[in-house]
C-alpha cells in the first residue's frame, strides 16, 4: 500500500490532469471555404472509401437510418473510471437485447492492466490515446502505447484500430502517423455546426482519400485535399448546442460546461440542449450523437472528487429518454464505423456480427480477463509512482514511451505475452499455451511497423523485446470479437471504493 502522502499526492495529481482536458471548443472549427473539400462519390464507393457527406452512406433514406449514440471514455483505466461508466450502460439494453458497448480510448500511464484486458474481453473497444497524455503526439507515444497495451493488457494489435488525440490536439503529420502505423480511424476533429445549418460540417464518417474536411480552421496543413490517406477513416465527434446555436458548442463532457452563456452549472438546461440537439439529428439525417466523457468526473467512487449524483442522474435521464425513440443504439465508435462500411436498414441491424453478443465459453482457471477465471492468478506491478495490475508478467521497469515493453522482473514467475496467433480470452499466460485447438479459431494477427527503425513489430514473449523476430508457436488465432454482458465491479472483483484505485488499493481478485 502506498503511503498516506504519495497515495493522497496521486489522486490529486491524476485528477488535475484530467481537469487539464476539457476537450471544449468554443465555435466553428470549419467552413466551406477552408475545407475546399471535393470527393467524387462515383469513384469513392464503401466500403473502403467514403466521401465526406451529411446525407446516411449507402444512400439509405433517413427514416431507414438507426439513430446511433456513440459512448466513449478518454484516459486511463481504474476500478472508478469503470464504475463511472457502468452507471450509465451496465442496466440498458439495445433493440437487439445486447448490452451496449462502449470506447475507451486508452492512456496507459496510471492505467490498471488487468482492469484494461477485463473489458476487452466483455466485448468493449480499447484504442489508442498515447501513453503519458500529450497532445500532437509523437511517434513513440502513440507506438508505444499500441505495444503496451499489447504486452500488459493482451489487446491483440489487430483490435487497437482507433486513436484519439490528447486535448484533441492533432496535427497533419498525427494523422501520417496514424496511418503508417496501421490505425483504422481517428477520432479528435470535431463537427461544430449544428446540423441545422446549411453549412454543417456534422459529416457521416469519411475517409482520407480526398483530405480532411473537419477542423480545417484549427489545424494547419489540413484540408483543402490534404492529408490524402487512402482507407483511412475520420469519425468526427458531434458536438451538442445551447440556445445560442452555433455559438454555443459543447463537445466533450458537456455537462461540465455552463449552458447557454450563463455563469453556473445547471443540469436542467443541459439536459435541454442534449434533447434539442438529438431530436435535430433523429428528425434530419440521423447523424449520430456522441457522449464523449472522462469518466473520473461523473464517478461515484472517486474519493478525491465524487461525481455530483444530480448530474449523473440527469445523464441517464438522457439515455432514458434517447433509448425511447424507435431504432436507438448506444454503441462503440467501431461499431458506428462497422454499420458505416457495412450499411443496412435499421430494420436489419442485427445482421452485423459487431452488434451480436455471444461471450466465449472458456472455463479454465486461467488469467484471461473473464473475473470468474483469474482470482489469485494476477500480478501486482509495485511502482512506487504508478502500481498496477496485470496477467502477463510484471515488467523490471515502468513501462515508458522510449521502452514499453520493458524485460520482466526476474524477482517473480515469468509470464508470456499474448502471442499473434490466440486471442486473449484463449491465452494462458502462466503456462503459455492456447486453449483453442479448433479449426474455427485458426486467424494470424495483424503486424504493425511500430518496431525499432519502423520494422513490423511481432507480439508475444516474456518483454523485453523490439524487434521484429516472430515468437515460437504453433496454436491457432482468433480474435475475440464478440460481446459479454459489460462487466460490473462487484465485491466478489473490487473492494470498495478504493478498489485498485491507482493500482494501489485492494482487489479482492489477487
Same mark, same amino acid.
Given at each position: 500500500?502506498? &503511503?498516506?502522502?504519495?497515495?493522497? %499526492?496521486? $489522486?490529486?495529481? @491524476?485528477?488535475? #490532469?484530467?481537469?487539464?482536458?476539457?476537450?471544449? /471548443? =468554443?465555435?466553428?472549427?470549419?467552413?466551406?471555404?477552408?475545407?475546399?473539400?471535393?470527393?467524387?462519390?462515383?469513384?469513392?464507393?464503401?466500403?473502403?472509401?467514403?466521401?465526406?457527406?451529411?446525407?446516411?452512406?449507402?444512400?439509405?433514406?433517413?427514416?431507414?437510418?438507426?439513430?446511433?449514440?456513440?459512448?466513449?471514455?478518454?484516459?486511463?483505466?481504474?476500478?472508478?473510471?469503470?464504475?463511472?461508466?457502468?452507471?450509465?450502460?451496465?442496466?440498458?439494453?439495445?433493440?437487439?437485447?445486447?448490452?451496449?458497448?462502449?470506447?475507451?480510448?486508452?492512456?496507459?500511464?496510471?492505467?490498471?492492466?488487468?482492469?484494461?484486458?477485463?473489458?476487452?474481453?466483455?466485448?468493449?473497444?480499447?484504442?489508442?490515446?498515447?501513453?503519458?497524455?500529450?497532445?500532437?503526439? &509523437?511517434?513513440?507515444?502513440?507506438? %508505444?502505447? $499500441?505495444?503496451? @497495451?499489447?504486452? #500488459?493488457?493482451?489487446?491483440?494489435?489487430?483490435? /487497437? =484500430?482507433?486513436?484519439?488525440?490528447?486535448?484533441?490536439?492533432?496535427?497533419?503529420?498525427?494523422?501520417?502517423?496514424?496511418?503508417?502505423?496501421?490505425?483504422?480511424?481517428?477520432?479528435?476533429?470535431?463537427?461544430?455546426?449544428?446540423?441545422?445549418?446549411?453549412?454543417?460540417?456534422?459529416?457521416?464518417?469519411?475517409?482520407?482519400?480526398?483530405?480532411?474536411?473537419?477542423?480545417?480552421?484549427?489545424?494547419?496543413?489540413?484540408?483543402?485535399?490534404?492529408?490524402?490517406?487512402?482507407?483511412?477513416?475520420?469519425?468526427?465527434?458531434?458536438?451538442?448546442?445551447?440556445?445560442?446555436?452555433?455559438?454555443?458548442?459543447?463537445?466533450?463532457?458537456?455537462?461540465?460546461?455552463?449552458?447557454?452563456?450563463?455563469?453556473?452549472?445547471?443540469?436542467?438546461?443541459?439536459?435541454?440542449?442534449?434533447?434539442?440537439?438529438?431530436?435535430?439529428?433523429?428528425?434530419?439525417?440521423?447523424?449520430?450523437?456522441?457522449?464523449?466523457?472522462?469518466?473520473?468526473?461523473?464517478?461515484?467512487?472517486?474519493?478525491?472528487?465524487?461525481?455530483?449524483?444530480?448530474?449523473?442522474?440527469?445523464?441517464?435521464?438522457?439515455?432514458?429518454?434517447?433509448?425511447?425513440?424507435?431504432?436507438?443504439?448506444?454503441?462503440?465508435?467501431?461499431?458506428?464505423?462497422?454499420?458505416?462500411?457495412?450499411?443496412?436498414?435499421?430494420?436489419?441491424?442485427?445482421?452485423?456480427?459487431?452488434?451480436?453478443?455471444?461471450?466465449?465459453?472458456?472455463?479454465?482457471?486461467?488469467?484471461?480477463?473473464?473475473?470468474?477465471?483469474?482470482?489469485?492468478?494476477?500480478?501486482?506491478?509495485?511502482?512506487?509512482?504508478?502500481?498496477?495490475?496485470?496477467?502477463?508478467?510484471?515488467?523490471?521497469?515502468?513501462?515508458?514511451?522510449?521502452?514499453?515493453?520493458?524485460?520482466?522482473?526476474?524477482?517473480?514467475?515469468?509470464?508470456?505475452?499474448?502471442?499473434?496467433?490466440?486471442?486473449?480470452?484463449?491465452?494462458?499466460?502462466?503456462?503459455?499455451?492456447?486453449?483453442?485447438?479448433?479449426?474455427?479459431?485458426?486467424?494470424?494477427?495483424?503486424?504493425?511497423?511500430?518496431?525499432?527503425?519502423?520494422?513490423?513489430?511481432?507480439?508475444?514473449?516474456?518483454?523485453?523485446?523490439?524487434?521484429?523476430?516472430?515468437?515460437?508457436?504453433?496454436?491457432?488465432?482468433?480474435?475475440?470479437?464478440?460481446?459479454?454482458?459489460?462487466?460490473?465491479?462487484?465485491?466478489?472483483?473490487?473492494?470498495?471504493?478504493?478498489?485498485?484505485?491507482?493500482?494501489?488499493?485492494?482487489?479482492?481478485?489477487?
Amino acid at each position: 500500500m502506498l &503511503p498516506h502522502i504519495l497515495f493522497r %499526492g496521486l $489522486l490529486l495529481g @491524476l485528477f488535475g #490532469l484530467v481537469a487539464a482536458q476539457d476537450g471544449g /471548443i =468554443s465555435g466553428p472549427q470549419t467552413s466551406p471555404e477552408a475545407a475546399g473539400y471535393s470527393c467524387d462519390p462515383n469513384s469513392c464507393k464503401l466500403p473502403d472509401c467514403n466521401c465526406a457527406s451529411t446525407d446516411p452512406p449507402g444512400g439509405l433514406d433517413p427514416d431507414d437510418v438507426p439513430m446511433f449514440v456513440v459512448f466513449t471514455a478518454d484516459d486511463a483505466i481504474q476500478s472508478y473510471t469503470l464504475d463511472a461508466v457502468n452507471q450509465f450502460l451496465a442496466h440498458r439494453k439495445n433493440p437487439n437485447g445486447c448490452q451496449p458497448k462502449m470506447t475507451y480510448y486508452v492512456s496507459t500511464n496510471y492505467t490498471n492492466y488487468t482492469l484494461v484486458t477485463d473489458w476487452y474481453v466483455a466485448g468493449n473497444e480499447i484504442a489508442d490515446h498515447t501513453m503519458t497524455h500529450v497532445g500532437s503526439p &509523437p511517434a513513440d507515444e502513440i507506438h %508505444g502505447n $499500441l505495444i503496451a @497495451l499489447n504486452a #500488459l493488457a493482451g489487446i491483440p494489435m489487430s483490435s /487497437i =484500430s482507433g486513436f484519439r488525440a490528447p486535448f484533441l490536439q492533432y496535427t497533419a503529420e498525427t494523422l501520417k502517423l496514424l496511418h503508417k502505423a496501421g490505425f483504422t480511424y481517428d477520432s479528435s476533429a470535431s463537427a461544430s455546426i449544428p446540423v441545422t445549418d446549411p453549412h454543417t460540417d456534422a459529416y457521416w464518417p469519411y475517409t482520407l482519400d480526398n483530405g480532411m474536411a473537419n477542423g480545417c480552421l484549427a489545424v494547419p496543413g489540413t484540408c483543402k485535399g490534404e492529408p490524402k490517406l487512402p482507407g483511412f477513416w475520420e469519425v468526427p465527434m458531434y458536438s451538442f448546442f445551447d440556445r445560442r446555436g452555433g455559438a454555443g458548442p459543447h463537445l466533450m463532457d458537456p455537462w461540465l460546461d455552463y449552458a447557454n452563456g450563463g455563469t453556473k452549472l445547471d443540469n436542467n438546461a443541459t439536459l435541454d440542449y442534449m434533447r434539442n440537439t438529438f431530436t435535430d439529428h433523429y428528425n434530419g439525417k440521423r447523424q449520430p450523437i456522441g457522449l464523449y466523457t472522462h469518466p473520473i468526473h461523473v464517478s461515484p467512487s472517486y474519493v478525491a472528487a465524487p461525481g455530483d449524483p444530480q448530474m449523473i442522474a440527469m445523464i441517464n435521464t438522457f439515455l432514458d429518454w434517447a433509448q425511447d425513440h424507435p431504432n436507438t443504439w448506444i454503441v462503440s465508435t467501431e461499431q458506428l464505423l462497422d454499420w458505416v462500411r457495412h450499411p443496412v436498414p435499421a430494420s436489419q441491424l442485427n445482421q452485423l456480427a459487431s452488434l451480436q453478443c455471444t461471450p466465449p465459453a472458456i472455463d479454465a482457471k486461467i488469467c484471461n480477463g473473464m473475473p470468474q477465471n483469474e482470482a489469485g492468478l494476477i500480478n501486482h506491478c509495485t511502482f512506487s509512482d504508478a502500481p498496477f495490475y496485470t496477467c502477463y508478467g510484471c515488467p523490471a521497469t515502468q513501462p515508458m514511451p522510449s521502452n514499453p515493453n520493458p524485460e520482466q522482473d526476474t524477482s517473480k514467475e515469468t509470464r508470456l505475452r499474448l502471442p499473434a496467433n490466440c486471442s486473449t480470452p484463449f491465452w494462458d499466460p502462466v503456462k503459455g499455451e492456447c486453449l483453442c485447438t479448433s479449426s474455427s479459431c485458426a486467424f494470424n494477427d495483424v503486424l504493425r511497423p511500430i518496431g525499432l527503425n519502423g520494422e513490423n513489430y511481432v507480439p508475444g514473449g516474456a518483454g523485453g523485446s523490439m524487434d521484429s523476430k516472430p515468437k515460437p508457436t504453433d496454436t491457432p488465432y482468433i480474435p475475440f470479437s464478440g460481446g459479454n454482458p459489460l462487466f460490473v465491479p462487484s465485491t466478489t472483483v473490487l473492494v470498495g471504493v478504493f478498489s485498485v484505485l491507482v493500482g494501489a488499493m485492494g482487489m479482492a481478485r489477487l
